[in-house]
């Protein structure tokens, strides 16, 4: 057989039937819904057709989520009924169906995208979709993973299977170790400053190299979570011992005689030395700095000690336009340092950076010090709050004047009541710096945990490196 | 359940100078909780054509005669980057959008708007900036875009070739209802199902 990919290997176990179209039927093993599938359940009901696996399929209450204390099961009731009543239309679809789901106030609650891995629902070698664009993050346990819109949604629900054309090969390497201060967001901003925000157009990334390799899970949870900023389909990292420690004991993992056979199956989960990758693009991990946006799309990125883009110096006249309107939306004067430009709000939270390990490196700066501005902390689910407050992280965030909120996607989305005011600059971990992305008018700098925290201390940007401790 | 079958789109087009053009623009999050109702098309790029006090913006292109009529937008690069929310397709189709031309497209974008019969027309950068040109130009442009020949016909007659994936040509044309083709393959869906066991929830 001829040498093959990590993702052609899982794509290729997936496959029920191929079409001379170049098409395969595939077999999705996780599906995952939100709130925001109700489309595809109301397409269902219109059809008068059954959910075939609801075994298969989890279902978790996020994009809506109050992140506000309260009494609605341990929430505050919504700015906007409709918001209300898409949770209870969640909480129905999932009931009338069986479907299994971690509803509000339910303890397992949280972002989907941190839920699934950390439940152990996503497991190396499975396909996983939901109807949101950053399921690509469940890539980092070696699996396929991608987002898909409601039709596919209730296609999945329908048949347990989608017709998808393979994308092309990519991998992308990090070669070296990151220095202090740097992390996988900012190998992320990195990748997609270098190859664009649709450079990996049509292409299923593989993530690789040395300091691939050293990041945690929830690194690597983070750096495939923004594949789909560079345009990809989906990103994915081979499983490896890192990984199977970190699944080990979750409560949808195989356990005992299941998880020794499943072991089997995982180890086999890597690229052969001679598959071939349509693209190969590589960066030098050892000299990443601290990175964030400083425009209106992810790749509209610079290292700290950089600079916005001069759309005089730029190449084309697309570029040039496109850097001009971004400048204009951020309020931003060509070419301006961005080490100092002073935020208005902190928020640290979606599904990109709000794991335990994100929590503690922002703490690790806070720790003893007061933010200069408002700031909001939403643990990406409410075990990773509950882990937090065992360990005291709660009281270091509250101690430097951040609101220490429940778990859901927040401020990230811009739909839930959580809210960025227009023109208001904000020090962001989320993953999306699109005009209008937090709110209408919101102007947002995409960066890591600890520069979200050294930026809420400081009430401007700064190098996290010379704020540290 | 059968579909309306898509085969030839004709109708006045719009040029859309923008490229990168994220669904977080095409429609807010903040009217993704509503019903697919009348008001659906209103909430089409709502942020670029309406003001803070909901007031039109008279530059924007769709707020200028006759391009309010428009039924093909011709834009740029990058259309429908971002967000997997469906409802940019539903907005553009409620607002009588049925074909976008532009050099690429994001991926999810694509296969929802081809799942829902709103045609991406993909051509070459060159070409879809002189179809931007030719429809700006000379208003009222029209455009005729055949499914079946895979061909774009331009206000001056030049035929342009573009290719939509077989599978979902064939369903559009056919206007097939997938579900039910896949149901067709249950047995070998049964068959999959009984050699690999997925672990359930």
Redesign the interface.
């Known amino acids: 057989m001829s040498p093959r990919t990590l993702f052609e290997k899982i794509w290729a176990?997936h496959v029920?039937?191929s079409?001379a179209?170049?098409?395969d039927?595939l077999?999705i093993?996780?599906h995952y819904c939100h709130e925001?599938s109700f489309?595809a359940f109301n397409a269902l009901a219109?059809?008068g057709?059954p959910v075939r696996r609801p075994?298969?399929?989890?279902g978790v209450a996020d994009h809506?989520a109050q992140t506000r204390p309260g009494p609605i099961a341990g929430r505050a009731a919504p700015p906007?009924p409709?918001?209300g009543?898409?949770i209870e239309i969640f909480d129905r679809n999932m009931a009338a169906h069986g479907i299994?789901a971690a509803g509000l106030g339910d303890p397992r609650q949280g972002i989907v995208h941190v839920v699934g891995p950390e439940q152990g629902?996503t497991?190396p070698g499975?396909t996983v979709v939901c109807?949101?664009?950053h399921t690509s993050t469940h890539g980092a346990l070696g699996a396929i993973a991608f987002?898909?819109?409601?039709?596919?949604v209730?296609?999945v629900l329908?048949?347990?299977?989608l017709?998808q054309?393979r994308?092309a090969q990519m991998r992308v390497r990090f070669d070296g170790r990151t220095g202090a201060g740097v992390g996988a967001k900012d190998m992320a901003l990195a990748m997609i400053a270098m190859v664009g925000?649709?450079g990996a157009?049509?292409h299923a990334i593989e993530y690789a190299g040395e300091a691939v390799e050293a990041l945690s899970v929830e690194g690597r949870l983070t750096l495939c979570n923004m594949s789909?900023e560079a345009?990809a389909?989906c990103g994915l990292v081979a499983p490896d011992e890192t990984t199977f420690a970190w699944l080990a004991g979750r409560p949808?993992a195989?356990a005992g005689a299941a998880w020794d056979a499943a072991m089997e199956g995982w180890r086999g989960l890597r690229s052969d030395p001679d598959a071939r990758f349509a693209r190969e693009v590589s960066l030098d991990a050892g000299a990443l700095e601290p990175m964030l946006t400083w425009g209106t799309?992810p790749e509209q990125a610079a290292p700290v000690s950089g600079a916005a883009a001069d759309p005089a110096a730029l190449p084309d006249a697309?570029r040039r336009?496109?850097a001009a309107q971004a400048l204009d939306y951020m309020g931003l004067a060509p070419g301006a340092r961005l080490e100092g430009l002073p935020v208005d709000r902190v928020f640290i939270g979606s599904c990109t950076n709000s794991r335990l390990g994100d929590l503690r490196a922002a703490a690790a700066i806070l720790r003893g010090r007061r933010a200069k501005v408002p700031a909001l902390v939403s643990p990406g689910s409410t075990q990773i709050k509950r882990a937090a407050e065992a360990e005291g992280l709660d009281r270091i965030f509250t101690e430097a004047g951040f609101e220490w909120r429940e778990s859901g996607c927040s401020m990230c989305?811009?739909?839930n009541g959580d809210l960025v005011a227009?023109g208001e600059r904000c020090a962001s971990t989320s993953n999306?710096n699109?005009?209008?992305?937090q709110g209408?008018?919101a102007r947002t700098h995409l960066m890591s945990p600890a520069m979200a925290a050294a930026a809420a201390l400081a009430g401007r940007i700064v190098d996290v490196r010379e704020y540290a401790a | 359940?059968s579909r309306q079958p898509v085969t030839r789109i004709e109708g006045l087009a719009a040029p859309f100078d923008v490229?990168?053009v994220?669904t977080?623009?095409i429609i807010?999050?903040?009217f993704?909780?509503?019903p697919?109702d009348t008001q659906y098309g209103t909430y089409l790029f709502h942020?670029l054509r309406f003001d803070?006090a909901g007031q039109e913006r008279p530059d924007f292109i769709l707020n200028r005669p006759p391009f309010r009529q428009a039924a093909i937008l011709v834009a740029?690069?990058?259309f429908g980057?971002?967000?997997?929310?469906?409802?940019a397709?539903y907005a553009l189709q409620a607002y009588g959008i049925r074909a976008v031309v532009a050099e690429?497209f994001?991926?999810?974008?694509f296969?929802?708007a081809l799942?829902?019969g709103l045609l991406p027309v993909r051509l070459p950068l060159s070409t879809v900036n002189a179809l931007r040109d030719a429809v700006a130009a000379s208003p009222p442009a029209r455009l005729a875009i055949d499914l079946e020949r895979e061909e774009l016909v331009a206000p001056d007659g030049a035929k342009h070739a573009f290719a939509v994936?077989?599978?979902a040509r064939?369903c559009l044309l056919q206007g097939q209802d997938?579900?039910g083709l896949?149901?067709s393959?249950l047995p070998?869906?049964e068959q999959?199902?009984a050699r690999?066991h997925?672990?359930?929830?």
């Open positions: 176990s029920v039937q079409r179209e170049g098409i039927l077999y093993d996780r925001g489309h219109a059809e057709r075994d298969l399929t989890f809506y906007d409709e918001m009543r898409l299994a629902l497991l499975m109807g949101d664009s987002g898909i819109g409601a039709s596919e209730a296609h329908a048949t347990q299977c017709w054309s994308p925000a649709n157009q049509g789909i345009g389909r949808g195989p799309s697309e336009h496109a989305v811009g739909m227009a999306r699109f005009p209008g992305r209408r008018g | 359940m490229s990168n994220d977080d623009q807010p999050a903040r993704l909780r509503r697919r942020d803070e740029a690069r990058a980057v971002g967000s997997s929310r469906e409802a397709v690429t994001g991926d999810i974008f296969g929802n799942k829902n994936p077989a599978f064939e997938e579900i896949t149901l393959f070998q869906i999959f199902e690999r997925t672990p359930t929830v």
